[in-house]
């Protein structure tokens, strides 16, 4: 599923974040921060826990996301540190991109047929 969605996926982006989704029958979500710009581990986990930490906080105002797989990518160093309150401010407009996508909104091919 994820080398389908990294081949065939939607592209949204906005700033150091790029959003790649594919209408899915359950909803998934990834998160990818580039080792060339965080060359340390503990760097890029903390990173990955802030991304997580906003997502988890916007999925619970926008549950009418619909059913996909997604991958956030981070990775650009020359923007500020990441927090957690730059984190929701920047994935919020790419989630409502989302949700308000034709692509995401379509059923999955597995899906397509069954009742």
Do not use: C
């Amino acid at each position: 599923m994820w080398g389908k969605l990294l081949s065939t996926g939607t592209r949204i982006r906005k700033g150091p974040f790029t959003i790649i989704f594919i209408p899915y029958h359950e909803f998934n979500i990834g998160f990818s921060v580039p080792k060339r710009f965080f060359a340390k581990a503990h760097s890029r986990n903390r990173v990955k826990r802030l991304l997580r930490e906003a997502s988890a906080s916007l999925l619970s105002h926008y549950p009418d996301l619909p059913k996909a797989a997604i991958i956030v990518k981070y990775g650009n160093k020359k923007n500020p540190p990441l927090t957690l309150k730059t984190a929701v401010d920047s994935l919020a407009p790419l989630f409502l991109e989302v949700k308000n996508s034709n692509q995401a909104n379509v059923q999955p091919r597995e899906e397509q047929g069954k009742g």
